[in-house]
């Protein structure tokens, strides 16, 4: 399970320098947008389109719904911008409220998150015999994520999605770091758990019946 949580193997992540640019371009968008220059958000959703379509689509596994989703977290990002204080980074801000935002929309509609028990189905037999290939090993991972209980699976999304600290991620959670640890760690035994479930035990049970 180690590799799977070095958070880069969740998708894009920002060198620090490029973090600490694209901060201080969201500030002045910010601060345009306040002033009355409203074109001045399609910077902002330049820059974090492709990202928060990725978290969308680790919640739903639908492309065309992620970019929904995306679309209505931009909608909410952009009606509460004043309330933006500075307090935390933009980024932060913005995860929290594109978490609460796809949070609402996950209890308002279905959404086609495939359940553990799928997960022997989505690879065939290959995967009772651990030879699944690392692109379809890697997508098993994502898609055990998605199915587990919601705390965990919010903690595990945000804290390996971006290069983030413990600190920021329970911001953006709105949990203490303690709390977060706990989950992340949680989270992380039950998916180490389910997927061994998953995986292992009808590798046992094709031996058996070969015996």
């Given at each position: 399970m180690e590799k799977y949580c070095n958070r880069a193997f969740w998708g894009m992540h920002l060198t620090y320098q490029e973090d600490v640019v694209a901060e201080d371009k969201d500030l002045t968008d910010v601060q345009c947008v306040?002033?009355?220059?409203?074109?001045?958000?399609?910077?902002?959703?330049?820059?974090?389109q492709k990202p928060l379509i990725n978290l969308a689509?680790?919640?739903?596994?639908?492309?065309?719904?992620?970019?929904e989703m995306a679309q209505d977290a931009f909608f909410?990002?952009?009606?509460?911008?004043?309330?933006?204080?500075?307090?935390?980074?933009f980024s932060t801000w913005l995860f929290a409220v594109s978490l609460n935002t796809f949070r609402s929309s996950m209890r308002r509609r279905s959404l086609p998150v495939?359940?553990?028990?799928?997960?022997?189905?989505?690879?065939?037999g290959n995967v009772a015999h651990l030879s699944v290939e690392q692109r379809e090993r890697d997508e098993l991972i994502r898609r055990a994520v998605a199915a587990l209980?919601?705390?965990?699976?919010?903690a595990i999304i945000l804290y390996y999605f971006k290069e983030k600290d413990l600190a920021e991620s329970a911001?953006?959670?709105?949990?203490?770091?303690?709390?977060?640890?706990?989950?992340?760690?949680?989270?992380?035994?039950?998916?180490?758990?389910?997927l061994c479930d998953t995986m292992?035990?009808?590798?046992?049970?094709?031996?058996?019946?070969?015996?």
């Open positions: 306040l002033e009355g220059d409203v074109s001045a958000f399609e910077n902002i959703v330049r820059r974090w689509f680790r919640f739903c596994r639908d492309r065309q719904r992620a970019e909410q990002i952009y009606q509460k911008l004043h309330g933006f204080r500075g307090d935390s980074a495939e359940s553990i028990e799928a997960l022997a189905e989505i690879a065939g209980p919601p705390k965990y699976r919010d911001k953006i959670i709105g949990v203490s770091e303690g709390t977060l640890k706990a989950r992340l760690h949680r989270g992380r035994e039950l998916l180490g758990r389910k292992v035990a009808p590798a046992a049970a094709a031996e058996e019946v070969h015996l």
